[in-house]
């Protein structure tokens, strides 16, 4: 009877927390949830039809929600088809961690929602109007089994995104502009049922798809080459409108696995077959049915007791005096070097116990007792906590609100839109002292979702100090949102300047192109060899060379690459861009000599106006550098080289110097290559000797040429 009375307890706080779950299911809804979906709504233009509020609201609540589910007190479906919705999808979508279906397929949606929900299982974006790319943040979400981007105009390489999608069952790229080969990553769809590729412009063969579970398979009207695998021909198939190689296909290589083939008529979990029949749910609540509530019921006393169990047992060990001893004193301190939170109760019933990272492995085995310890000795002594230092935010940036940067850019709109990196997107922002800034969004898959290892990148980036580099001047960490602030620079990238120049716009003289490279070169030697450590950018690029009015260059992203974790990663995805040493293509390692590599390369641009790689050109001219490196000693070939904008107009020693330093920095080993602090010197001495024609200086905006002699004009460049 007396271990009776003891379980009793437990069984009435069990009701107590069932009482508590249940109350949940009526209560107000997430307001991480609430959030997104305001900013979902702004994004969206605010369309009136939804019944959706801007600011607030309860959607897992008595109002009514057009388009969203809840479970509890959390969204777990959003599904708003054919409503003839545009704009874009807020900024705060991968807050939502309980959203497994997401339909907004059948609209007018152009943005490509790059930040997604993590955990979707279902994601249809399908009959819309995207350009461009998958988003990368896909290939994080391991839980998809149904992934369509149908029906829209993407037309870039296929992202290799897929690794990690072992349960995705069915893809369906189907009538886009995609083009390039398909990516080796297709081979880790290890449950794929039904693959649609048809309407693109892919190349290549589709060896990749080989040994994939497929059941169905359509890869009509492509450019597809090659052999049809033997593996594939058992499926439904459809190949049409490519060109397939005619006779017998070549024995496959030895130690070729044998074609893994499921049951054609296996189903995997749930259904992955649209969900369109003409009546939509997506304004249902799917609450807690009776059977729900059983399910809640029995497994919190199970529990219940189970705990209640072993707490008798063990306590049936111990003397009576040793329990009345326990049970009178408190808590026993922890020592020096174990820390622990304890979050104070909104009501006096409830205590928040979260004393570790749950992300940490833990032992769930109980050690033995030891008699004379009390409980928290028992449970937590020579178990030290290894929690992360507190970073202080930077003083001097500014700390801004998510609020206040989506008013700046009207809620990142397309107009602000100024480009977009290996990092995130970067927008126009107009702040309220009248001041115009560029806002990087940080793309969530690439940054660590804790605060304070941001905080800390922050940290590191505000030191960062040269008139050639981007100056820093705030940031945001909200929501699980990560923004980077930066000064404005109104005549664009050296990357626009060079290569989308319109008849309306005057090309870039010579003397501009060795002040940019010149400044370009002090901000990398001030990285290199004045900071410490020393920060390797790892990409450089002219759309990462910045230009104000006066064509001074600043260099942009500095320290970005450096303190990010997992940079190396995402840079190296996006490889093939035409700026990489060598050695980083092996190695997918980058330092500072590979830093001097790719400034070369740039230098390469200024020299010739050409793009590092271009698809466009003959095969033999595609790579800049292979096509310029065996030319640029020869000065007749140079010649040739040179940017037809500049007309001739170029001093002819100057650009045979200039080339020599392109030639000492795009070495293909890196111990020849020089630091960056002779190639400033190599560069200022180029200025100091050049004779500068004043037929070659006139304005670099267009206007009238500038007046002073040759030596005031070397001197600016000084």
Not at 32 to 56: C, K, Q, R
Request: net charge negative; aromatic share 6%; hydrophobic share 35%.
């Amino acid at each position: 009877m007396t271990e009776d009375r003891r379980v009793l307890p437990w069984v009435f706080i069990s009701t107590c927390i069932l009482g508590w779950m249940l109350s949940a299911v009526n209560g107000n809804t997430d307001q991480t949830d609430v959030a997104a979906l305001n900013a979902m709504f702004t994004g969206m233009n605010s369309p009136s039809e939804l019944g959706w509020s801007a600011n607030g609201g309860d959607p897992c609540g008595a109002q009514l929600w057009k388009g969203i589910t809840c479970s509890g007190n959390r969204v777990t479906e959003i599904k708003l088809p054919n409503l003839g919705l545009s704009g874009s999808f807020g900024f705060q979508l991968q807050t939502m961690t309980s959203v497994t279906n997401l339909d907004m397929s059948h609209n007018n949606f152009a943005t490509m929602p790059y930040q997604l929900p993590p955990n979707l299982q279902r994601l249809d974006l399908s009959n819309n109007q995207y350009t461009g790319s998958i988003p990368y943040s896909i290939s994080d979400m391991t839980s998809l089994t149904y992934l369509s981007f149908a029906h829209n105009q993407l037309q870039n390489a296929l992202s290799d995104v897929f690794q990690r999608l072992s349960k995705l069952d069915t893809l369906d790229l189907s009538f886009n502009s995609m083009s390039g080969s398909l990516p080796q990553g297709l081979s880790s769809l290890t449950s794929l049922n039904s693959l649609y590729l048809q309407n693109n412009q892919f190349t290549g063969t589709i060896d990749v798809l080989a040994n994939l579970p497929l059941d169905t398979l359509n890869v009509e009207n492509n450019h597809f080459t090659g052999w049809i695998p033997e593996q594939l021909k058992g499926i439904n198939l459809q190949t049409g409108g490519n060109t397939w190689n005619s006779g017998p296909a070549p024995p496959p290589p030895p130690g070729t696995p044998p074609a893994t083939r499921r049951n054609p008529h296996h189903k995997s979990d749930g259904s992955n077959s649209p969900s369109d029949d003409g009546t939509s749910d997506g304004g249902k609540k799917s609450g807690i049915g009776g059977g729900g509530i059983a399910g809640i019921v029995i497994s919190i006393l199970l529990v219940g007791a189970v705990v209640a169990f072993f707490l008798v047992r063990r306590k049936s060990r111990k003397s009576s005096s040793d329990i009345e001893k326990h049970d009178n004193e408190p808590f026993a301190p922890l020592s020096s070097n174990e820390v622990r939170e304890v979050k104070s109760a909104q009501t006096p019933s409830v205590v928040d116990m979260k004393i570790f990272d749950t992300s940490a492995s833990v032992n769930i085995k109980p050690p033995p007792i030891e008699r004379h310890k009390s409980f928290d000795e028992d449970e937590f002594s020579k178990k030290p906590i290894i929690v992360k230092k507190t970073v202080k935010a930077p003083a001097n940036v500014k700390s801004y609100s998510i609020a206040d940067l989506q008013i700046a850019t009207g809620s990142f709109s397309m107009d602000n839109l100024l480009g977009e990196g290996s990092f995130g997107r970067v927008y126009r922002a107009h702040s309220d002292d009248g001041k115009v800034l560029a806002v990087k969004k940080i793309d969530s898959s690439i940054l660590p979702h804790d605060s304070r290892d941001f905080i800390e990148i922050v940290s590191n980036i505000s030191n960062l100090h040269h008139p050639n580099v981007t100056e820093l001047v705030g940031y945001c960490s909200e929501h699980g949102q990560h923004l980077l602030v930066y000064e404005f620079h109104k005549s664009g990238s050296l990357h626009d300047l060079l290569h989308l120049s319109d008849e309306y716009s005057k090309p870039l003289i010579w003397n501009s192109r060795v002040k940019i490279a010149l400044g370009t070169a002090r901000a990398l030697e001030y990285l290199h060899e004045v900071c410490s450590p020393s920060v390797v950018h790892k990409n450089i690029k002219s759309a990462n060379i910045l230009l104000d009015v006066d064509l001074n260059p600043h260099l942009s992203d500095s320290g970005l690459a450096s303190y990010i974790p997992n940079a190396d990663q995402v840079l190296n995805r996006n490889a093939g861009s035409g700026y990489d040493a060598p050695e980083v293509a092996l190695s997918g390692q980058y330092t500072l000599k590979s830093d001097v590599y790719s400034f070369g390369i740039v230098m390469l641009e200024l020299l010739s106006g050409r793009k590092p790689f271009d698809s466009s050109k003959p095969r033999s001219e595609q790579s800049l550098v292979r096509w310029a490196t065996p030319q640029l000693h020869d000065i007749d070939a140079l010649a040739k080289m040179v940017d037809p904008a500049l007309e001739g107009l170029y001093p002819v020693k100057s650009l045979s110097r200039f080339a020599d330093v392109i030639a000492l920095c795009v070495q293909p080993e890196p111990e020849f290559r020089p630091p960056m602090s002779e190639v400033v010197q190599a560069l200022v001495r180029l200025v100091q000797r050049a004779n500068m024609s004043k037929r070659t200086f006139g304005t670099d905006q267009g206007g009238s040429n500038r007046g002073g002699d040759d030596q005031d004009n070397t001197q600016d460049m000084l």
